[in-house]
Nanobody, 115 residues
Framework: QVQLVESGGGSVQPGGSLRLSCAAS????????MGWYRQAPGNQRELVAA???????NYADSVKGRFTISRDNAKNTVFLQMNSLKSEDTAVYYC?????????WGQGTQVTVSS
């Protein structure tokens, strides 16, 4: 059974930075695509960034140039570095692991950007 545990959320002023982490249990991390998604109140869950097992990344247009996704296969952990945060980045951020028929989600971590 895979478990994903996010951490690093919190409250920050506009222009600030946060670094999210997602630690995964199990043995399929290194062969799985890892993604960060977010969901704001009243909105659908949306992809923020993803990284393949080979390290290829893709980002939502709204975060390009501000957010960076990375992974450490030795530690079964994926990161999301968020810089130049804006109020519209406020949401619950979820970690996702996917590989073929496997699809796992974390419990989410709140990010609030407010002055």
């Amino acid at each position: 059974q895979v478990q994903l545990v996010e951490s690093g959320g919190g409250s920050v002023q506009p222009g600030g930075s946060l670094r999210l982490s997602c630690a995964a249990s199990g043995s399929i991390f290194r062969i799985s695509t890892m993604g960060w998604y977010r969901q704001a109140p009243g909105n659908q869950r949306e992809l923020v960034a993803a990284i393949t097992p080979g390290g290829t990344t893709n980002y939502a247009d709204s975060v390009k140039g501000r957010f960076t996704i990375s992974r450490d296969n030795a530690k079964n952990t994926v990161f999301l570095q968020m810089n130049s945060l804006k109020s519209e980045d406020t949401a619950v951020y979820y970690c996702r692991m996917s590989r073929g028929s496997y699809d796992y989600w974390g419990q989410g971590t709140q990010v609030t950007v407010s002055s």
